[in-house]
Antibody, heavy 120, light 108 residues
Framework: EVQLVQSGAEVKKPGESLRISCKGS????????ISWVRQMPGKGLEWMGRIDPSDSYTNYSPSFQGHVTISADKSISTAYLQWSSLKASDTAMYYC?????????????WGQGTLVTVSS | SSELTQDPAVSVALGQTVTITCQGDSLRSFYASWYQQKPGQAPLLVIY???NRPSGIPDRFSGSSSGNTASLTITGAQAEDEADYYCNSRDSSGNHLVFGGGTKLTVL
């Protein structure tokens, strides 16, 4: 069974750093893209960027380039989304999702989401 | 602003047919995928490619595309279809992905 299991909810202060994770199982982790998707409270889905776990090639949305870092450790089938200095506006639900190299826009499996709250 | 445009809200009577649309220049070159999201849940893929349904998705869901518009049709809408629906595809450069703004479907 394919699963993407994300790390738990986080409460942080502005300026703090954070890394959340997404662990894949039940499939070859290095054969699919992993994307990260943001959903701010009451708002729609926003594609942030993706990583090819086989070689850690990344591709970011222009809206998120420079604001977050996506990485992966293929030895433990885990992708990460990282912030160096959080802002209140980073408060959102974050999802990871898998897509095939040949059909990158089709996210066939999603993680359960990680809620990040940034508040002083 | 999104490069894919969806109507914010659509309603349908129980058992009737509803079409949700997604417009964008990139759809002339790339297919859209469609996702259903219910409150408190992760999105669920319902349609991808030309008109493909993942295993477990009822056949009342179908997809089509013409020009710069992709469409999701629910034939015989059920109460459980009430949800937010999002399209996604590549952007006009083809290098990035983008979601539509979402359509809230109400089943009356």
């Amino acid at each position: 069974e394919v699963q993407l299991v994300q790390s738990g909810a986080e409460v942080k202060k502005p300026g703090e750093s954070l890394r959340i994770s997404c662990k894949g199982s039940g499939y070859s982790f290095t054969s699919y893209w992993i994307s990260w998707v943001r959903q701010m409270p009451g708002k729609g889905l926003e594609w942030m960027g993706r990583i090819d776990p086989s070689d850690s090639y990344t591709n970011y949305s222009p809206s998120f380039q420079g604001h977050v870092t996506i990485s992966a450790d293929k030895s433990i089938s885990t992708a990460y989304l990282q912030w160096s200095s959080l802002k209140a506006s980073d408060t959102a639900m974050y999802y990871c999702a898998r897509s095939d190299y040949g059909d990158p826009e089709t996210f066939d499996y999603w993680g359960q989401g990680t809620l990040v709250t940034v508040s002083s | 602003s999104s490069e894919l445009t969806q109507d914010p809200a659509v309603s349908v009577a129980l058992g009737q047919t509803v079409t949700i649309t997604c417009q964008g220049d990139s759809l002339r070159s790339f297919y859209a995928s469609w996702y259903q999201q219910k409150p408190g849940q992760a999105p669920l893929l319902v349609i991808y490619g030309k008109n493909n349904r993942p295993s477990g998705i009822p056949d009342r869901f179908s997809g089509s595309s013409s020009g710069n518009t992709a469409s999701l049709t629910i034939t015989g809408a059920q109460a459980e279809d009430e949800a937010d629906y999002y399209c996604n595809s590549r952007d006009s450069s083809g290098n990035h992905l983008v979601f539509g703004g979402g359509t809230k479907l109400t089943v009356l």
